[in-house]
């Protein structure tokens, strides 16, 4: 199957600071990709739609300044958190589709101190 | 997107065969039923997806009532290693590139 890989894997940022997370497709091209952010036992919550040569599609009450997304290859998208701080503390998972199925990265936890 | 409900959480004895259903009353036509897992700090993988009727693979059975408003996974003999986050998800599967709205998942906790 389609593999999606995530880096870092783990990140310990300070409050204010930026932090980007990539996402790779590693055996396929992706023209979209997916955010998820998962709080601790809670559901997936899609963050926006990554599309490749065009701007990210946010859902509503995503901060577009505040969480920047390129897609600047087929093969990758990153997800930028600006200014973060502790309440940005967070599981990130990407995902992108390949056929009929929708593959997601390992995700990245996000701590903010 | 059609709304999905299930269980919170359920728990089996391992070598159990184990149900989950899912609800998707206002599901459309054109959606496909599809369901993932997810093990702590991982992401979720793909486990079965279904139209009508009965799927099988070599992890799970799906089956799907006529008139499609509920589906149900079926876990074969689980052991230790099938404790996860189940999700039920329903949409319009196409080659195209969609969106996936999670509901809140089955916790599922395998007991010794």
């Known amino acids: 199957g389609a593999v999606v890989s995530q880096h870092p894997s783990r990140v310990i940022c300070k409050s204010g600071t930026s932090v980007k997370i990539e996402c790779r497709s590693l055996?396929?091209?992706?023209?979209?990709m997916f955010w998820y952010r998962q709080f601790p036992k809670q559901s997936l919550m899609l963050m926006a739609t990554?599309?490749?040569?065009?701007?990210?599609?946010?859902e509503q009450g995503v901060e577009k300044d505040k969480f920047l997304i390129n897609h600047a290859s087929l093969t990758l998208s990153t997800l930028t958190v600006t200014s973060a701080h502790p309440e940005d503390s967070s599981f990130y998972i990407c995902?992108?589709?390949?056929?009929?199925?929708?593959?997601f990265g390992p995700g990245t936890r996000l701590t903010v101190t | 997107l059609a709304k999905t409900t299930q269980p919170i959480s359920m728990d089996s004895y391992e070598g159990q065969e184990v149900n989950i259903t899912c609800s998707h009353n206002?599901?459309?036509?054109?959606?496909?039923i599809t369901w993932y897992q997810q093990f702590p700090s991982q992401g979720p993988r793909f486990i079965i997806q279904?139209?009508?009727t009965k799927v099988t693979n070599e992890v799970a059975s799906l089956f799907i009532p006529a008139d499609r408003k509920s589906s149900t996974l079926s876990l074969p003999r689980v052991s230790l290693s099938d404790t996860a986050v189940y999700y039920c998800?329903?949409?319009?599967?196409?080659?195209?590139?969609?969106?996936?709205?999670f509901g809140t998942g089955t916790r599922l906790t395998i007991i010794p």
């Open positions: 279904g139209y009508k």
């Open positions: 055996d396929f091209q992706a023209t979209t």
């Open positions: 998800l329903v949409g319009e599967t196409n080659f195209g590139n969609e969106k996936l709205t």
């Open positions: 206002n599901i459309a036509t054109n959606d496909y």
């Open positions: 990554s599309n490749e040569g065009s701007k990210a599609t946010y």
């Open positions: 995902s992108a589709r390949w056929g009929n199925e929708q593959y």
